[in-house]
């Protein structure tokens, strides 16, 4: 073979080498959709009703796998991004996300702020309060992502859910789950009472807002063709088994700590602090710290995903919109736009660490918010059916099948959402 021949065959086999690396934009949407919030979502579900809602756990899950795959497979099929995507199904979806983003991203600032300080002022009692560890975890969020580099933040997103796994497996381990118990709870049924935790438990797993960062995750990640198709969907796949195995964690947690010993704990984050507490008196301090450190990685990860990947998708959306050419460096990472949503979602979210609750800007959240999950997925079934994507790529029959129930859960999901946040109920 000429020597020519042999540098083509080296160089084909380092790019099938590089095409099946595990760790991709999936570990960094995963890491990013796994926060607190889905913590604390699951653990009081597994402390109310045992392992009964676990089939919705695992359904919830699918359902992610669905509309993230939705969405990566637009971005390699089309060539384009998925704000793009929107914007060619009309002016509509502009002037949603436009207000969308602004305030989710102020609102959001301060929630992962406060969530990721929340643990450490559990480890160090004796040290600085909750406003303090918040700004600090700010402006480390925002040094790691100022400059835009997508190696550093897959390294720490592959870092956070080693930790994670580590401290949320190893609570549902001790916990020394019963296994016919588990069993029992892949049979689909709603319990008494159990409605809006079945809702919430199902529609909650693994991010909302983030999933639709993946395609560009997989832009940054150099993955921009059609012959990355079967790489995503396994690093996808790959990604959200990962995130299942937490939130069944935490639910085997809550079932098995709090559930059979009738525990309740606090709301919110606080549930998460009050759970290391439990652990301490049952297996010892370093169990306790452990979780601890878990939770604090879980946050930071959702912290630095957001900071970077919705900061990707506001770079383009200020940029479509303003009708720039896609090259420009504005649309792109580490560009002027991105570095600007980076800044509103660092330094005006503080001003809410000093004030009491901010009612109207949270309500308007909500409301926002609770439709973004059917708008991602109402909006992928118009994307896949028609000539935005080359044919082999389109939507089949199981597919369409899929995202529509889809979009009926998290239309049920936003309607109570939306009903809380307007009636306070």
């Not at 042999?6 to 796994?34: C, F, H, L, Y």
């Not at 790959?238 to 935490?250: K, S």
């Not at 959306?317 to 002027?336: Q, Y």
Request: with cysteine; proline share 4%; charged share 10%.
């Amino acid at each position: 073979m000429s020597e020519s021949g042999k540098n083509m065959d080296a160089s084909a086999q380092d790019e099938r080498r590089a095409k099946w690396k595990i760790i991709g934009p999936g570990i960094v949407v995963a890491g990013t959709g796994v926060g607190a919030g889905d913590l604390v979502a699951t653990l009081p579900a597994g402390a109310r009703f045992g392992y009964a809602l676990l089939w919705a756990v695992i359904l919830g899950t699918v359902f992610k796998i669905i509309l993230v795959e939705g969405a990566g497979r637009y971005s390699l099929a089309s060539g384009r991004t998925i704000f793009q995507g929107w914007r060619s199904l009309g002016a509509w979806t502009s002037w949603y996300f436009g207000p969308y983003i602004v305030i989710w991203g102020f609102v959001y600032g301060a929630t992962a702020m406060s969530s990721s300080a929340l643990p450490l002022v559990a480890l160090f009692p004796d040290g600085p309060d909750l406003k303090v560890w918040a700004i600090a975890m700010g402006l480390i969020g925002f040094a790691l992502v100022w400059l835009g580099r997508y190696s550093i933040v897959e390294k720490l997103m592959a870092l956070f859910v080693g930790v994670m796994f580590v401290s949320v497996v190893g609570a549902a381990l001790l916990a020394t789950p019963n296994l016919l118990d588990i069993v029992g709870g892949l049979v689909p049924r709603i319990p008494e009472g159990g409605l809006v935790n079945t809702l919430a438990v199902a529609g909650g797993v693994g991010g909302t807002i983030t999933l639709a960062a993946y395609g560009y995750w997989l832009r940054e990640k150099g993955w921009a063709t059609p012959g990355w198709m079967r790489v995503m969907r396994i690093d996808n796949s790959v990604a959200y088994l990962v995130t299942g195995i937490f939130v069944v964690a935490m639910l085997i947690v809550g079932a098995e700590l709090l559930y059979s010993a009738n525990i309740a704990l606090g709301s919110g984050d606080q549930a998460l602090v009050g759970l290391s507490d439990v652990l301490d008196e049952r297996y010892g301090q370093i169990y306790g710290t452990v979780f601890l450190v878990g939770f604090w990685a879980a946050s930071m990860s959702s912290l630095i995903g957001v900071w970077n990947g919705v900061a990707l998708m506001f770079a383009d959306f200020l940029g479509t919109s303003r009708g720039l050419a896609a090259d420009d460096p504005r649309l792109h990472s580490g560009g002027s736009y991105y570095k600007a949503y980076v800044l509103w979602l660092t330094f005006p979210p503080m001003l809410l660490l000093f004030l009491n609750e901010p009612v109207a800007i949270i309500l308007a959240y909500g409301v926002l918010g609770s439709i973004f999950m059917p708008f991602l997925a109402l909006t992928l079934l118009g994307l896949l059916n028609t000539d935005r994507v080359p044919r082999e790529w389109r939507n089949g029959t199981w597919g369409n099948l899929a995202l529509g129930l889809c979009a009926l859960l998290f239309i049920a999901v936003g309607a109570h959402e939306l009903y809380q946040a307007v009636t306070g109920a």
